[in-house]
């Protein structure tokens, strides 16, 4: 797609860059808004204080906060796509093992490396 062609309707719901923008902005309100209604049973779950669990939340932003300034680096030396897939599967996997987590520690170690994949967003 050039800049100076514009896209048809048709065209429009079948450009895959636009389905990887709305993905990735749909992945950017998922990493704490569709986990905060699940805090009091993660609580429950492992047994946790109330303040230990606002730890889930820190564990995926922190390292947003942290390598992202990296991630904009590499994505301007290799490109956006390049850097931003890789980020975008971590983000997935991660996100869906974590369901599976047995242990607190592996919860916030999940969600860590799910807000590393997520930091991709914000370049």
């Known amino acids: 797609m050039t800049d100076s062609k514009l896209l048809t309707r048709a065209e429009i719901f079948t450009d ?11 992945a950017g309100t998922m990493g704490v808004s569709l986990i ?3 805090l009091p049973n993660i609580v429950e779950a492992f047994g946790i204080t109330k303040s230990q669990v606002s730890w889930v939340i820190i564990a995926y932003t922190m390292p947003g906060l942290l390598v992202s300034p990296f991630h904009g680096v590499l994505s301007d030396k290799f490109g956006r796509k390049a850097i931003l897939v890789p980020l975008f599967f971590l983000f997935g996997c991660c996100g869906f093992a974590s369901g599976f987590a047995v242990h ?4 916030l170690l999940l ?8 930091s991709g967003i914000f370049t």
Request: a positive charge; aromatic letters at 16%.
């Open 16 to 26: 895959r860059n636009l389905k990887v923008i709305f993905a990735v902005t749909l």
């Open 111 to 118: 969600r860590f490396l799910q807000g590393l994949g997520g």
């Open 104 to 107: 607190y520690w592996q919860l």
């Open 36 to 38: 905060t209604p699940v």
